[in-house]
Nanobody
Framework: VQLQASGGGLVQPGGSLRLSCAASGGTFSRTSMGWFRQAPGKEREFVASTPWSDENTYYTESVEGRFTISRDNSKNTVYLQMNRLKFEDTAVYYC???????????????WGQGTQVTVSS
C-alpha cells in the first residue's frame, strides 16, 4: 500500500486545514485508515482513525470535537478536517493504513511520508 498525504501548511491559531491522503496498491474499502502526528521532540501519537468495518470513528481526546476524519472509498482517499487549530497541533501528520488498536495503543502497518502542519501567529 502506498500513501500520499497532502494539505499541510501554515495556519493561524483558530484556523482550519484539510489533509488528504490518497492510497494505492490495496483494497481501500477494506482497509482501516488513520492519521498520526509527531511534534518536535515527541513520540508519534495517534490522532484519528476510520475503520473499514464500521461507521465509527475514533479520536485522541485532545482533538475530539475539532478534527473530523472521513473517507471516500470511490476515490481511495481519507481526509482529516482540522478546525479551531491550536499551537499544540503543530506536528508532522502521517497518514496510515492498517490502523489497529492494541492493548498498548494504536499502530499501523503502512505509513505515508508525512505533511507538516504549523500553527503559528
Amino acid at each position: 500500500v502506498q500513501l500520499q498525504a497532502s494539505g499541510g501548511g501554515l495556519v493561524q491559531p483558530g484556523g482550519s486545514l484539510r489533509l488528504s491522503c490518497a492510497a494505492s496498491g490495496g483494497t481501500f474499502s477494506r482497509t482501516s485508515m488513520g492519521w498520526f502526528r509527531q511534534a518536535p521532540g515527541k513520540e508519534r501519537e495517534f490522532v484519528a482513525s476510520t475503520p473499514w468495518s464500521d461507521e465509527n470513528t475514533y479520536y485522541t481526546e485532545s482533538v475530539e470535537g475539532r478534527f473530523t476524519i472521513s473517507r471516500d472509498n470511490s476515490k481511495n482517499t481519507v481526509y482529516l478536517q482540522m478546525n479551531r487549530l491550536k499551537f499544540e497541533d503543530t506536528a508532522v501528520y502521517y497518514c496510515a493504513a492498517g490502523v489497529t488498536k492494541f492493548r498498548s495503543g494504536w499502530g499501523a502497518t503502512y505509513w505515508g511520508q508525512g505533511t507538516q502542519v504549523t500553527v503559528s501567529s
